[in-house]
């Protein structure tokens, strides 16, 4: 349950220190705790070895101790071939200190949605939203097929310009901190492009998924993923996820979990939704999820507001023959799987600098390439 429903005692983290607030936020919201594992599984770890001393992005060289630090690193993890080969922490995060992880979340979702799926909870994703939320007949997603919101293509207008203090993602968030409901927000979207012709990235489309996980399920997103997720993985240490004043998970991009656990996840998928042995999400949604098909989802699309690079089912395709993906939250939080090299890499960040565009120590193209040049490393 959150842990007050008092609207006025609510205070904005944004408008605190970023460093302290994104690794407090349970100071901040309401909170609703996902237990640790009773027998976590511990990654095997070896003495942190030397990072890449540079690398290369559009012609610049950075150095990549210099970089991290520039893009406000609170927390980095390096795997390889199942071990962790590096480990890090600075501005105040520690390795049991849980740092929110912004649209990363949506990944989280998205397993959760296959695991329904496959219980039968919900039948296709090619049924529409409202058969499952008729609270959203006459809004912009009555008609759209589940599948559609997934990838991000929904056709629903929603303006994600964090730095315009008057963008709808900024509505939605004051709202959020000031206890109204997202659902009730949702209600309140209008249509812009036909369903699945255009991919334009809108979080409130992963808010209607959670809710139709909820009324599928009649479970909280909080007691399915420490079910389903948290404690068949292993996790070291308890999360907790932000909500809003009616209860409701933060579904786009309120957990908030420690280091080595996000990587869990990350591990999971590397290897397809099985867990040393047991198939935790089914292998086709594993696959269907980080498999763009329709053109307006590949890396290369002039049909998508992020041209450079895909979108799956609420993962981020990295262009290349590797068969990069990842989890993406604002102010650089990373979740990074190359299954060719066998590398995972996780960044808790607090970018100060992230709402500028010309910003490289902001740019997620950038960062992979400093992703790359780790997964590439010999040992």
Not at 33 to 62: C, I, S, W
Not at 308 to 337: L, S
Request: charge should be negative; hydrophobic fraction near 35%.
């Amino acid at each position: 349950m959150p842990k007050t429903e008092n609207a006025a005692a609510y205070k904005d983290p944004m408008k605190e220190d970023i460093e302290y607030s994104f690794i407090h936020m349970d100071e901040y919201l309401p909170i609703k705790m996902v237990e640790k594992a009773e027998l976590p599984f511990v990654f095997p770890q070896l003495e942190n070895r030397a990072l890449p001393a540079d690398f290369v992005h559009n012609g610049t060289t950075y150095n990549t101790l210099q970089y991290l630090d520039s893009s406000y690193t609170q927390g980095f993890l390096f795997i390889k071939n199942g071990t962790i080969r590096y480990e890090n922490y600075w501005r105040g995060q520690e390795e049991d200190i849980q740092h929110i992880s912004w649209s990363m979340a949506k990944s989280y979702l998205s397993a959760l949605f296959g695991i329904a799926m496959e219980e039968g909870f919900i039948k296709s994703i090619d049924q529409t939203v409202d058969e499952y939320l008729p609270e959203l007949k006459g809004s912009g997603y009555e008609g759209v097929k589940i599948k559609d919101v997934l990838q991000m293509s929904s056709g629903v207008m929603f303006d994600e310009t964090y730095s315009d203090p008057e963008s709808d993602i900024n509505r939605y968030w004051e709202g959020f901190v000031s206890g109204e409901s997202q659902d009730e927000f949702a209600g309140t979207l209008i249509n812009e492009t036909p369903p699945g012709t255009y991919n334009k990235y809108v979080s409130i489309d992963t808010d209607v998924l959670g809710m139709i996980l909820v009324n599928a399920t009649g479970r909280s997103l909080t007691d399915y993923l420490q079910e389903k997720i948290w404690k068949p993985l292993g996790a070291e240490f308890d999360a907790y996820w932000i909500a809003d004043g009616k209860g409701m998970e933060m579904a786009n991009g309120g957990l908030n979990a420690c280091l080595r656990d996000y990587a869990k996840l990350g591990r999971l998928y590397l290897n397809k939704g099985n867990w040393n042995g047991k198939q935790i999400v089914p292998q086709d949604w594993c696959e269907a999820s980080i498999s763009p098909t329709e053109e307006h989802l590949q890396p290369g699309s002039k049909n998508s507001s992020d041209p450079g690079i895909g979108y799956g089912y609420q993962w981020w395709i990295v262009d290349g023959n590797e068969g990069e993906f990842m989890a993406i939250g604002v102010f650089n939080q990373h979740i990074y799987i190359n299954p060719t090299t066998n590398t995972i890499i996780v960044k808790n960040s607090a970018n100060k600098g992230y709402y500028d565009s010309k910003n490289p120590y902001a740019s997620t193209r950038t960062h992979i390439e400093l992703y790359r040049k780790m997964a590439h490393m010999k040992d």
